[in-house]
Nanobody, 126 residues
């Protein structure tokens, strides 16, 4: 069972960039699809981005597609979320999650990811 720890959140201004990291331990990282989700107060957790186990294919929510980049380093057991041109609506708690192995299917539902980190807060001021 993989253990996930996010870091890199903070308070930034609109237009700034942040890079979130998620360090994994306790499992075979290269077998997992990895996803990033976010949640704001009073709303359901929503999909942001996912990357397949070998790192060659990614998929994004429409709201972040051009601005965010997900990547992974299977030698370090880390998945990243580079967030550029941040907007106030990007504010929320960001979670990384580990999901099933896949060659070509993108997991985007919260119920498809069994393992979750504790989250890291991102606040974007206008």
């Amino acid at each position: 069972q993989v253990h996930l720890v996010e870091s890199g959140g903070g308070l930034v201004q609109s237009g700034d960039s942040l890079r979130l990291s998620c360090a994994a331990s306790g499992g075979v990282f290269k077998w997992y699809s990895m996803g990033w989700f976010r949640q704001t107060l009073g709303k359901e957790r929503e999909f942001v981005a996912t990357i397949l186990p070998n790192g060659d294919r990614t998929y994004y929510a429409d709201s972040v597609r051009v601005r965010f980049t997900i990547s992974r380093d299977n030698t370090k057991n880390i998945v990243y979320l580079q967030m550029n041109n941040l907007k106030p609506e990007d504010t929320g708690v960001y979670y990384c999650a580990a999901g099933p192995y896949s060659d070509n299917y993108y997991y985007t539902g919260t119920d498809e990811y069994p393992q979750w980190g504790q989250g890291t807060q991102v606040i974007v001021s206008s």
